[in-house]
């Protein structure tokens, strides 16, 4: 048969694999942070928190007078999941900074998406594994502390009026770690250079953070809590889980405002960022 008589075949991976083309990409990134032993430390000391949560709930359950002191309802997961919001910055800065920055210092994204992979499959495959280590620190400790409290003290939490608890602790953990891990792989991506990747991603993290006191602190502005992410987390937290007097001043409607435009930012940075073709100037 003549040569010109055969047409292009595109490859095309095998059935299972053609929905999920993505998750090598994230076993492998995971299994590469995952294999730092200080980063596993990092993790054991983000539990640390739902030990002493833990503890709470058992010393109430033995001593009902302590409960005034130590509420047991849903004001103790939301503020377990405000306090893991520390740890979420931290597992990304060390964990999820150099997911795309590395890539681009060693060329290995050309070699990436000159597979059957397209630049979704790509992206999704570098969040996937972030957002599988901040879930690791507040969606899944958050789930085990509310069935272990349901165990230990259920007539505490075992009542309709607080069957709300459930939904609002995946809702809060979901947004919480995906807004992180977009914030981190945009900056990953504007990087060429780990090192350089977790510095600029810490510095907006803290940076943000002293802009927001000072402004709040010289001229008592409800609005700059508007600057900081982690006040802005800390504002949906405080909004579905009845905290009063704590999280951002400002309207959470504001705050859920912010965090929508800046996931939204940081889609289009990695699509700016995430390209097959290298343009040299």
């Known amino acids: 048969m003549p040569i010109y008589d055969r047409t292009y075949r595109r490859h095309e991976a095998r059935g299972p694999l053609r929905t999920l083309r993505f998750w090598p ?3 492998e990134a995971l299994r590469l ?82 597979r059957p992979l397209t630049r979704r499959d790509y992206v999704l495959g570098k969040l996937g594994a972030v957002l599988a280590l901040n879930l690791g620190v507040t969606l899944v400790p958050a789930l085990v ?69 000072v402004l709040e602190n010289m001229f008592a502005a409800r609005e700059a809590e508007l600057l900081s992410l982690q006040a802005n987390l800390r504002a949906l937290g ?6 009063a007097g704590r999280g951002a001043q400002a309207p959470w409607s504001d705050s859920a405002a912010v965090l929508a435009a800046v996931s939204i930012v940081c889609l289009a940075i990695l699509r700016w960022r995430v390209r097959a073709v290298e343009i040299v100037r």
């Open 25 to 27: 990409i994230t076993r």
């Open 33 to 114: 942070v995952l294999a730092r032993r200080a980063f596993l430390l990092l993790l054991i000391a983000a539990w640390c928190p739902f030990l002493v949560r833990l503890v709470q709930i058992y010393l109430v359950t033995r001593l009902p007078q302590a409960g005034q002191l130590l509420p047991v309802d849903g004001r103790l997961f939301g503020e377990f999941l405000n306090q893991q919001i520390g740890f979420t910055l931290l597992l990304s800065i060390f964990g999820g900074a150099g997911l795309i920055a590395g890539d681009l210092g060693t060329g290995a994204i050309l070699v990436y998406l000159s």
């Open 145 to 213: 502390l509310y069935v272990a409290g349901l165990a230990l003290a259920p007539e505490l939490l075992a009542q309709w009026s607080l069957a709300w608890i459930g939904p609002a602790i995946v809702l809060h953990s979901l947004v919480l770690a995906l807004v992180v891990s977009l914030v981190a792989l945009a900056v990953s991506s504007l990087c060429r250079n780990v090192r350089v990747a977790g510095l600029g991603l810490a510095l907006l993290f803290i940076g943000l953070e002293i802009a927001r006191g």
């Open 238 to 243: 405080s909004l579905l889980f009845g905290i």
